[in-house]
């Protein structure tokens, strides 16, 4: 089976997984850590390099302020809860977001663990807090603004390398595989630019009954797709880069 060297999840369908159990959303929140801790496991077993999991949009701060502080009340346990689990199993934690609107109890140990697990190399699990793709992108190009106006940078010579570098991503590879579990059938603002290339997998599973099992089927779904990046089947056989292998 090929395993992505990177694996973005949008983890969705927490509140309706609590909701068709008649329970408060946030206990769906709460289950969905729990799948959380098991997903982690499962992709440092398979040896999946970078799991990056979108746990707050940009756009998740204009929820009702009980669930906000809720959200950020588990994310603060999960964090504080994980710093030994990470550092036993050599697990890097990372960030990616417009993390200074975080609460500051928050971006502290933010700041603590993924000074802490620096060295870790194992996997890197990259948490997207605050994060919308359009916002990363405007910070960018703000600061390569900056950078033009200062007279470091020529506006014509900008390249997309130039761009790659200054996204919250810049020391990240691109997604390989991007599984979007709750039944939507939309990417919702998440790492637009990093995704040009990216297989898409779609499951009508809320992320709280995502499953070890489920993962093993999306990889393998994505296992049998043939990654062209615009060339020809043909063109990647001659250069190596594809195994020759019968693929869907
Ligand atoms: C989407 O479900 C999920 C979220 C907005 C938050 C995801 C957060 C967690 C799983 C917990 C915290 C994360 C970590 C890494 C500890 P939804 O509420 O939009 O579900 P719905 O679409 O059914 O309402």
């Known amino acids: 089976m090929q395993i992505p060297t990177h694996l973005a999840i949008i983890m969705d369908g927490n509140g309706r ?5 008649r329970l408060p959303r946030i206990l769906g929140h709460r289950k969905g850590v729990e799948t959380v801790q098991t997903i982690v496991d499962e992709c440092l077993e398979l040896g999946v390099r970078y799991l990056t999991l979108y746990a707050f949009s940009s756009e998740n701060w204009g929820r009702p302020q009980e669930e906000v502080e809720a959200l950020m009340g588990l994310l603060g346990t999960f964090l504080k809860k994980e710093l030994s689990q990470l550092q036993k199993r050599g697990i890097r934690l990372m960030a990616i977001g417009e993390l ?5 109890s928050i971006s502290k140990i933010l700041n603590d663990i993924t000074k802490k697990t620096a060295d870790n190399d194992r996997m890197v699990l ?69 995704m040009a290339y990216t297989e898409l997998y779609f499951t009508e599973t809320p992320w709280p009954d995502f499953s070890r099992n489920k993962l093993l089927q999306a990889i393998e779904v994505y296992s049998h797709r043939q990654r062209r990046f615009g060339l020809t089947g043909a063109q990647l056989r001659d250069v190596g880069a594809d195994d020759g292998e019968e693929r869907h």
């Open 17 to 21: 997984w609590a909701e068709q159990r």
């Open 126 to 194: 990259n948490l997207a807090l605050s994060y919308g793709s359009r916002n990363e992108l405007t910070r960018a190009m703000q600061r390569l603004g900056r950078e033009i106006a200062a007279g470091k940078l020529q506006a014509d010579d900008l390249t997309e390398m130039d761009i790659e570098a200054v996204l919250d991503t810049h020391s990240i590879p691109g997604p390989d595989l991007l599984i979007r579990t709750g039944g939507e059938m939309r990417i919702s603002n998440f790492m637009l630019w990093q």
């Open 100 to 104: 200074d609107r975080l609460p500051k």
